[in-house]
């Protein structure tokens, strides 16, 4: 060259994607200067100034595409058309990009736990019988063995067992993956993962999904097929069938026959096509139960016949109908990768939300008198009466699983004795189980109180345990869709639920006050912990108690940002007829109207509830 004086030359962006190193820093308004080895007034150079705005733009996008795939604690996405308005966006490249960063995250742990360079980290892996989960496992695979990783694969799994893969002997991973997208459609899918602690929390997955977001723009490349280490093919879910039955024989005790404890009751299983047939074949057949008349035990991706949801009403009814068919003395119905259940009894009355709190309420009281009991803020003002009637302490807290699980385990670390913490959904978790939500484990806890009732003589069912319970004359959930474009739902939907705290603090909707919801750590709808480890928030609720001069306290409200989608869900209960749909009337004229909130947020079925009391 002419010249070899350095000089400065600013570009935007850059020319190539090829090893683009992302970070916030790199936005499309942003201008860098880069020193070159020539002066750009030579004759014989030719600078070519790049403008990149739009592959910064592309950029961004691909990035923000992998951090929406964070649900809370989970990873979920749709991997598969089909979905009306949804695009794939769990790709196989994604899933590894996933993988790759939590292979790292997990082997910078274990060594600052170690405090020296770690080999041979163990990751197990399974999954529910989704018809993506063949593609996005082989990804999986690949990412982990990216990092060095010794996969193990378990094949068609539970959500509780790949937990108890990291603590049950002889296996012990130091961390385990489940791909599922739980009871959502067969078109999502998902991760969840594992350490010995337990479930990562949200703030973790984040910084996994956004290292992920990283790798997955620099490289859109497609998934590495080459596998420096194979997994390993075990057989976990044998091993974990024999624990659970180990804990019925043990607790029974049944002296006439300890092996086969269940000989003589009829148990109704409903998998729902997911992955929850093994408690049929593995653990209640093989302790001496009849289950003849059980439903879609086989694994189906497709999930022809209903929702693999104890929360959904056909798998409820299909239940309900088996049960009194047979005249069998337990329903039970599991979600898709087993984390949640619901049961039915011998009267064929359903046992779901409020109701299965109840119910494992009154078991862990009788064992653990004076407990608390840890639910999230959507239960009823009769549950909460049934568990202080029976000695117990009932704290509400913010709804998610996670939340509630997270808060168990701080309540107990702080000596508040908590050794139930439940959702509605059926997610739920005891203190005795490493804080595990364990549909199964939930059943097994219910059984043992089915057959020691009935060798204590009584011949009454699991239902008569709730009797007493006070149903709520009126609960309604009503859904409200943000309206803009994903990358920017969640913040609209934070303004808005922010906008309903305001106007409940400033007084301008009369006779509704924010929630204290229990009289433990929780305040402000519970938002905040008012303690020295305040738990991170992961989406933005507020519960508000509602009073009128003829009924008292009546009722409550609960808006909630969903991390599911990008739409904000209402609850409602009223003790009085109407309660429900009065507000309404005030959510909608009050607040949304008032304050421009039907702008932002697709206001109709408020609109439609306020007008005639329900959505038919």
């Known amino acids: 060259m002419a010249a070899t004086s350095s000089s400065s030359i600013a570009l935007k962006g850059n020319a190539t994607k090829t090893s683009f190193p992302f970070s916030g820093e790199a936005k499309s308004s942003q201008t860098r200067r880069l020193n070159f080895p020539f002066s750009p007034s030579s004759p014989l150079t030719r600078i070519i100034v790049v403008k990149s705005a739009k592959f910064a ?18 990873v979920r996405g749709v991997a598969l058309e089909g979905e009306k308005g949804r695009t794939v966006d769990l790709t196989p490249p994604a899933v590894e990009a996933i993988a790759e ?45 990216r990092v060095g990783c010794l996969v193990f694969d378990m094949g068609l799994a539970t959500t509780p067992a790949c937990f108890m893969s990291t603590v049950l002997p002889p296996f012990q991973y130091d961390a385990s993956i489940m791909m599922t997208a739980s009871h959502l459609p067969y078109t999502r899918n998902g991760l969840k993962f594992f350490t010995r602690r337990g479930g990562l929390t949200s703030p973790e997955v984040e910084e ?151 119910l494992m309420s009154a078991i862990v009281l009788r064992e653990h008198p004076g407990t608390t009991i840890l639910t999230d803020a959507r239960t009823s003002m009769a549950l909460t ?64 109180e089915m057959v020691r009732m009935s060798l204590s003589g009584s011949t009454e069912g699991i239902g008569s345990l709730i009797k007493d319970l006070e149903e709520p004359p009126e609960s309604v959930e009503l859904r409200m869709n943000v309206l803009s474009e994903p990358m920017h739902a969640k ?24 929630d204290s919801c229990g009289d433990c750590w929780v305040s402000e709808g519970c938002l905040v ?37 990008p739409n904000i869900a209402v609850n409602m209960q009223s003790l009085v007829p109407g309660g429900c749909k009065m507000m309404a009337e005030v959510l909608l004229e009050k607040f949304l109207l008032a304050s421009g909130m039907d702008k932002v947020l697709d206001i109709s079925q408020i609109n439609k509830y306020s007008r005639g009391g329900n959505l038919s």
């Open 57 to 74: 733009t592309a950029l961004d996008e691909e990035v923000e595409k992998i951090k929406r795939l964070q649900n809370g604690s989970d």
């Open 101 to 145: 960063s939590f292979g790292e995250w997990l082997r910078s742990k274990l060594e600052k736990e170690k405090g020296q360079p770690v080999e041979d980290v163990k990751v197990s892996v399974g999954r529910d019988p989704r018809i993506s989960g063949a593609s996005l496992s082989a990804a999986l695979f690949a990412g982990l063995g």
């Open 208 to 358: 996994i999904c956004d290292k992920a977001a990283r790798k997955y723009a620099n490289r859109q490349a497609k998934v590495s097929t080459a596998l420096s280490n194979p997994p390993s093919r075990v057989d976990f879910m044998s091993t974990y069938a024999q624990h659970l039955r180990d804990i019925i024989k043990y607790r029974v005790n049944h002296t006439a026959h300890y092996d086969t404890p269940l000989q003589g009751f009829q148990i109704i299983v409903n998998a729902g096509n997911g992955a929850g047939g093994f408690f049929t074949w593995n653990v209640l057949d093989k302790l001496g139960a009849d289950t003849f008349g059980s439903l879609h035990l086989n694994p189906d991706g497709m999930f022809p016949n209903h929702i693999p949801n104890p929360g959904d009403k056909t798998a409820m009814a299909l239940t309900r109908a088996a049960v009194l068919e047979t005249s069998a003395d337990l329903g039970i119905v599991f979600d898709t990768d087993v984390d949640r259940s619901g049961v039915v009894d011998n009267e064929g009355n359903p046992i779901n939300g409020d109701r299965l709190i109840a």
């Open 385 to 448: 009466r049934f568990i202080t009637s029976r000695g117990g302490h009932h704290c509400l807290y913010r709804v998610g699983y996670r939340n509630v699980i997270d808060k168990g385990i701080q309540l107990n670390k702080d000596g508040i004795e908590t050794h139930l913490m439940m959702e509605t959904s059926g997610h739920g978790a005891l203190k005795e189980n490493y804080f595990l939500d364990d549909g199964a484990y939930m059943v097994v806890k219910i059984i043992i």
């Open 491 to 514: 913040a609209n939907a934070i303004q808005a639920i922010e906008a309903f705290r305001a106007y409940v603090e400033e007084g301008r909707l009369e006779g509704w006050e924010l």
């Open 529 to 565: 912990d008012l303690n020295d480890t305040p738990a991170p928030v992961d989406a933005h609720m507020y519960r508000a108690k509602v009073s009128d001069e003829e009924h008292g306290e009546y009722g409550w409200i609960h808006l909630r940002q969903s991390i599911h989608n």
